[in-house]
């Protein structure tokens, strides 16, 4: 972006940038009509005062304009609903005006919607409007546009030299957006792999480097105080439904750490100050135990291959991009080198 009759020493430093941030919030993006009739399209319109308007340019630079050469200022906002309005007006027909909409719509930074318009023009309107919405998906690398109004010129037979060797180019820039396309997605998936490969390889990692548990086992033992050999070795004073008041549940040692649970006369009703009414003594104690980690061993050895096989797949993927990203620009360049030379 080039703004004449800017203030001088008006791009700031990052510190300068930070206390405008601090100031002001950003509006944006727009374009600014200056009342020398210049228009120039802004990133941002980052804020407005009586004397000034601070903008960020095409360059990414932040940018005072004196607000005495502005005549007006459209922000993105302003400029979409604009388009809507103009779009509710054009019949779904209507070529030519789907064409001229597309061209505004550049002119205001919405390529989403020009690029929009575009395949609606070249579906329809007569060789001359066909022509024209050619060369502009050319000039913008919309290849969907320019093979719709490529097979609109065909259908009206109304293809030459020029048109053949565009839709030569347009056809290899559509293979190279694929193979762009394939290799984002195979990136994606190769990426998303080892996060889910690392996470569990960190994981199983931890438990082999800490084999040791700790764990903890609980005895409980009849109380003695409650229990005597040969004697009822618990007592509840929780009586079962339809109980006899003058029974409860009790049990007696047969052996062996084994109890027969029967109902016994009513012979205790103190709390035993040894278990606290409890009729048995808790015990806990806790042993560390060595975990075998052998086949967490394994499987993050199998984890580690699968990860270096994503790893090296996501580097191909990385350069099957970079390689059509380049040829892409390169048939862009030409794209745009065959506008120039189309036929009016």
């Not at 050619?134 to 719709?148: C, G, V």
């Not at 998936?189 to 040791?212: D, M």
């Not at 009513?266 to 806790?286: A, D, E, F, M, S």
């Amino acid at each position: 972006m080039r703004i004449e009759g800017r203030d001088a020493g008006a791009q700031w430093t990052a510190a300068g940038i930070l206390g405008v941030f601090l100031l002001a919030a950003p509006l944006a993006a727009g374009v600014i009509t200056f009342k020398d009739g210049r228009v120039e399209t802004v990133l941002n319109v980052f804020s407005e005062s009586d004397d000034a308007v601070w903008v960020v340019g095409t360059d990414h630079k932040l940018t005072k304009l004196a607000r005495k050469d502005v005549a007006k200022i459209v922000t993105t906002e302003e400029q979409r609903g604009a388009y809507e309005t103009r779009a509710a007006a054009l019949a779904s027909d209507d070529a030519a005006g789907h064409l001229k909409l597309a061209e505004w719509c550049f002119a205001q930074m919405l390529d989403g919607a020009g690029r929009r318009e575009l395949r609606r023009a070249a579906t329809g309107g007569d060789a001359a409007t066909a022509r024209a919405t050619l060369r502009m998906a050319m000039a913008h690398a919309e290849t969907s546009a320019a093979r719709l109004a490529l097979d609109r010129l065909k259908a009206l037979q109304a293809t030459d030299a020029w048109t053949a060797r565009a839709a030569d180019t347009v056809d290899a820039l559509r293979q190279v957006e694929e193979r762009e396309q394939s290799a984002r997605a195979e990136h994606a998936r190769r990426t998303a792999e080892i996060a889910q490969a690392a996470q569990e390889i960190a994981s199983l990692t931890a438990a082999i480097n800490n084999p040791i548990r700790t764990v903890t086992h609980e005895e409980r033992a009849v109380c003695p105080r409650c229990w005597g050999a040969g004697r009822i070795t618990t007592v509840s004073n929780s009586l079962p439904q339809n109980a006899d008041q003058q029974h409860i549940i009790g049990v007696h040692s047969i052996g062996d750490g084994a109890y027969d649970t029967y109902t016994v006369p009513l012979v205790i009703t103190q709390i035993c100050p040894q278990c606290q009414g409890r009729r048995y003594i808790v015990t806990t104690t806790r042993t560390q135990e060595r975990i075998d980690t052998t086949a967490q061993a394994r499987r993050r050895e199998e984890l580690q291959k699968g990860l270096d096989a994503a790893s090296a797949a996501r580097d191909k993927a990385v350069a099957a991009l970079a390689e059509a990203t380049a040829q892409g620009k390169r048939l862009t360049a030409e794209l745009l080198a065959e506008v120039s030379e189309a036929p009016r």
